[in-house]
Antibody, heavy 119, light 111 residues
Framework: QVQLQQSGPRLVEPSQTLSLTCVIS??????????WNWIRQSPSRGLEWLGA?????????GYADSVKSRIIINPDTSKNQFSLLLNSVTPEDAAVYYC?????????WGQGTLVTVSS | QSVLTQPPSASGTPRQRVTISCSGS????????VSWYQHLPGTAPQLLIF???QRPSGVPDRFSGSKSGTSASLAISGLQSEDEAVYYC????????????FGGGTKLTVL
């Protein structure tokens, strides 16, 4: 059973960078049939896809236009994990963040990290 | 404002059949497959339906999905108390740079 284990700070100061990591078990970040996504959920914005990274002979990333200027999703093959960096955060970025595997649909989710943006 | 439109709430009594709708457009539901998720409080969403009408192993056959044009539906038959949850639809959207889009969620209450 694929497992995704998230880690990272739950409190981020405004204008700083949100950083989360997702360790993958029983699958590979280099899988040719999966994509590795970050999705967030907040009362005001509902479920929002932020972006993904995937390997198809080479690495690709795709980002939502809403965060494109502030986001980086990086795979780390040595640790079989992927990460989220979201810079210049504001209170609007407060949400539960999930790392999620997709193989046509979002079939495995991390446990979620509630991130608060506050000084 | 979610790209896919779902009713905010639905309800039914035990053993009843309920359906939840999800309305989109040509660039998402009209062009790509729909998936459905069940979200219980304090847990991560769980995949219920993929590719419009396919169930992952372990999902009871009480759950079924369908799609027509730019709309999709989730049906739950033989409603049980443990089905009380929030249900979301999702699809890939070909507009802009391409992105996944979700419905706003439907809170199902088992009366």
């Amino acid at each position: 059973q694929v497992q995704l284990q998230q880690s990272g700070p739950r409190l981020v100061e405004p204008s700083q960078t949100l950083s989360l990591t997702c360790v993958i078990s029983v699958d590979s970040v280099s899988s040719a049939s999966a994509a590795w996504n970050w999705i967030r959920q907040s009362p005001s914005r509902g479920l929002e896809w932020l972006g993904a990274t995937y390997y198809r002979s080479k690495w690709y990333t795709g980002y939502a236009d809403s965060v494109k200027s502030r986001i980086i999703i990086n795979p780390d093959t040595s640790k079989n994990q992927f990460s989220l960096l979201l810079n210049s955060v504001t209170p609007e970025d407060a949400a539960v963040y999930y790392c999620v595997r997709s193989t046509g649909a979002f079939d495995h989710w991390g446990q979620g990290t509630l991130v608060t943006v506050s000084s | 404002q979610s790209v896919l439109t779902q009713p905010p709430s639905a309800s039914g009594t035990p053993r009843q059949r309920v359906t939840i709708s999800c309305s989109g457009s040509r660039s998402n539901i009209g062009s790509n497959t729909v998936s459905w998720y069940q979200h219980l409080p304090g847990t991560a969403p769980q995949l219920l339906i993929f590719s419009d009408n396919q169930r992952p192993s372990g999902v009871p056959d009480r759950f079924s999905g369908s799609k027509s044009g730019t709309s999709a539906s989730l049906a739950i038959s033989g409603l049980q108390s443990e089905d009380e949850a929030v249900y979301y639809c999702a699809a890939w959207d070909d507009s802009l740079s391409g992105r996944w889009v979700f419905g706003g969620g439907t809170k199902l209450t088992v009366l």
